[in-house]
């Protein structure tokens, strides 16, 4: 019996000369609503594209394409809409075998269809939050099953991993609910600049090496909750030919990604809190040392999203203005660091360092030269763009694949990046110093600052007055 391809990693699907566009097992150009050019598809009508994704007899939608539709499909419609079109299609298939062939279609279009919901289970698993997705999952899976003993265990082996998944995700986000209340129960302490509750991140860890590890270690860890999905229900607009209702309004089924913004916030207002608290100009400067080593660390690892919070977090005003603790710092590293993030020309210093860690990623043979944590807000800041940049449908109402399968590029390979284990052992004492402990607020940041260094005109003068 004929195997279906089995899931490859994503570096696979989407090979890097350019986008494995070749649907091979394709119908031949613009047929059945759908438009190829050179082999390539460029645009269909949404039915046409439906149709595309559900296997036959003698045909099974390239990865690629079911990676790239299912992605894309949910600007427009929600996936349920369209996991209830799938379940319709094939059981019409079902239906339209000649009596007495019902055998045969199971031992040719059951392994498929099951390889197909495999893809969409494993790829997109928080789409089955919705419990009408989880319905007409489980009606088909037992279609499928009622056939054949071999079909049963598959099904069953399906829906456990689904199931624990979805388990997995829900777990994390109570971890993530009792984090956010454990540092608010502890910043309604902080309001004033505190000596007495505060122990500072070097007593907690002197070395910046192991600290570089453990932000490495939570980087990864909420990197590997964001599903691909979320990228594009983060800016989901109406679609046009749908009469005024918007298409994801009600139906956002996970937060992960913007935990892992808050939580790169939070590193931020970490290290700016760190610098502006101690008392002492010499103890500052330390700090201040202590971090540049960290990010440059960072930087050797490949985990560029702490690097670029922990340079922001310096580049903050409380932690900038403070002249006379800078006079104290070597400050050859951290200019290094700030030309390699350097924004202008679209990031190009930055752009180019990324690009030879995802090299070094391809080639790795360890986890340790494997992992490339991108800056996670440029990396929404380019997908945004290019979704911004292009129309989702072309002037015929066709959908505008080519936009997608650029946009399923940019996704898949962050996919690649989020898989990856995290080769550093825990130290449960710093992550939790990390995750839990207070940070300032801008105006507790500010107060601390103008104590530790007076303030210098009216402007700064007038604030200190203010926040005292």
């Known amino acids: 019996q004929e195997r279906m391809p089995q899931t490859p990693l994503f570096a696979a699907m989407f090979d890097s000369s350019n986008y494995n566009r070749n649907l091979y097992q394709s119908k031949e150009d613009n047929c059945g609503g759908l438009y190829y050019h050179d082999n390539n598809l460029l645009s269909g009508s949404l039915e046409a594209l439906i149709q595309h994704l559900v296997p036959n007899v003698d045909y099974y939608p390239d990865r690629t394409y079911i990676f790239t539709f299912l992605l894309s499909s949910r600007l427009f419609m929600h996936p349920y809409e369209l996991m209830a079109k799938v379940c319709h299609l094939c059981i019409e298939q079902q239906r339209l075998t000649e009596p007495g062939l019902d055998k045969n279609w199971n031992q040719k279009i059951a392994p498929k269809i099951l390889q197909l919901l495999t893809e969409w289970t494993e790829t997109f698993p928080y789409d089955f939050r919705d419990e009408r997705m989880m319905r007409n999952l489980k009606e088909l899976a037992q ?127 970490l290290v700016a809190t760190e610098i502006c608290m101690p008392v002492k100009k010499k103890h500052r400067a330390r700090v201040i040392e202590y971090f540049i080593d960290v990010a440059r660390e960072c930087f050797n690892i490949g985990n560029f999203n702490s690097l670029m919070a922990i340079i922001s977090g310096m580049n903050m005003s409380p932690v900038s203005r403070l002249k006379k603790t800078w006079t104290k710092v070597k400050t050859a590293k951290f200019d290094i660091l700030e030309h390699q993030m350097d924004p202008s020309s679209n990031f190009y210093n930055y752009r180019t360092a990324l690009r030879g860690a995802a090299q070094r990623s391809l080639t790795a043979h360890s986890n340790r030269e494997k992992i490339v944590i991108p800056f996670f807000s440029l990396l929404i800041k380019d997908i945004y763009f290019l979704n911004e940049g292009c129309a989702n449908r072309l002037p015929n109402g066709h959908v505008n694949f080519e936009k997608f399968w650029e946009l399923a590029k940019q996704v898949s390979e962050f996919m690649t990046w989020k898989q990856v284990e995290c080769p550093f052992e825990r130290d449960r004492k710093i992550l939790q110093y990390l995750l839990t402990v207070p940070v300032f607020s801008d105006d507790a940041l500010y107060l601390a600052s103008y104590e530790s260094e007076s303030p210098e005109n009216h402007v700064e003068k007038d604030r200190w007055k203010m926040l005292r």
């Open 143 to 269: 279609r499928i099953a009622s056939g054949d003993e071999m079909y049963r265990k598959n099904v069953q082996q399906l829906l456990q991993n689904l199931i624990r998944k979805l388990a997995t995700v829900s777990q994390y986000e109570e971890v993530l609910a009792k984090i956010d209340a454990t540092s608010t129960d502890r910043l309604t302490i902080l309001k004033t600049k505190p000596q007495s509750i505060q122990r500072d991140i070097i007593t907690v860890c002197n070395d910046p090496y192991t600290l570089a590890q453990q932000l490495t270690q939570i980087e990864l860890e909420r990197l590997s909750y964001i599903g691909p999905e979320e990228f594009v229900q983060a800016f989901v607009q109406k679609d046009p030919l749908d009469n005024d209702k918007s298409c994801y309004g009600d139906q956002k089924k996970t937060r992960n990604l913007e935990a892992y913004v808050e939580w790169f916030n939070r590193l931020s207002y």
